[in-house]
Structure formats: C-alpha cells, structure tokens
C-alpha cells in the first residue's frame, strides 16, 4: 500500500436531492476528517492530497502547534498539529495516521488529522457561517454544516440535524505557521 493517497479514491457520500422544480442552492465538497471524535471539513479544493504520517522533524523553538517539517517530493513542507491549533489536547509524541497536504495560497501545509472519512457535497443552505455566530467562534472556523437536512421550498428543514460538521477555513489555519 502506497503512504500516498489520490483525494479521488475516497468514498462520495450520497447528496440528499433537492424537491423536485425547487431552485438549486449552490454545492460545495468538503473532505470530511476527524479529530478526536469531532467530525471537521476542509473544502475539496484546497486538499492536494492525503499522507500517512512519516516522521516528523522537530523545529527548535517553533510554537506548540509546528508539529514540524517534512520532504515531500524534495519540498519542505511545514506540518501543523490542528489539534493543538484548535486548542484541543495535541497528538502524543507528534505521531498522527494521516497529514492532509492542504493548499494555501502559494503554500502547501500538512494538518495533521486523527482519520480521513470520505467527500461530502454540502448545499449553501445547510451551512450556518461563522459571522452569523458572533465573535466567540473560532478564528479558524468558516461554519458548522448539516448535510443531513434539507430544506422544503417554504424553507423548512427535514432530515438528520444531528450530523454535524466544522468546516474549517484553509487560509486563516495556516495563517499563524507562517514565518
């Protein structure tokens, strides 16, 4: 098995199909992980592609949250532990099953991630955005999505509100590793 994996060879969860003549929302795909037992999301586009996590170097007197370097392809590579970038307890002994290769402008980061589950198409309407929230969500928080839910054409809401996922913003998670 190879330590690298095609984005394109994990599962598509099944898009819940709006009523019939109803307008389309607009749909995004998002990579679903996990850390911990939180489900989160990266949006598709950004991920380039799904590592196993090697041995990391240390960098001296980096931030907790620099887990450290990698080469991938002869290109040093800054890994970040969301974990602790999200202030959860971080990875034991810097060592994660997975580090996510996340585009980021003109960069290329790693996140370390517990698990990579699948690729979820989410509507615009089932995502509740930060700025509607207030100021006590995270910084690095672009939303919280229900992909179970639909919405009628009178806007109401049916299916599963219990699935829930955080949809990260790329950009504003990596913001702090660079130097």
Known sequence: MSDRHGIGELPVRPTPVP???AQGPTLY???VFS???EKYALPLRSVRELLR???LTRVPRAPADIAGIISVRGNITTVVDLKIRLGLPGFVDRVSPRILMVDVGSEIFGFLVDEVHYVERIHDNQIEYAVKMGSEFSHHV????RPGLIYDDAGVAHGD??????????VNVAEMSRC
């Open 29 to 31: 795909e998002y990579l």
């Open 19 to 21: 009523p019939a003549g």
């Open 142 to 145: 672009e939303g919280v999505a």
């Open 161 to 170: 509100d219990d699935d829930i996922l955080i949809l990260l913003d790329p």
């Open 53 to 55: 996590a090697p041995k």
């Open 35 to 37: 850390l911990d037992a």
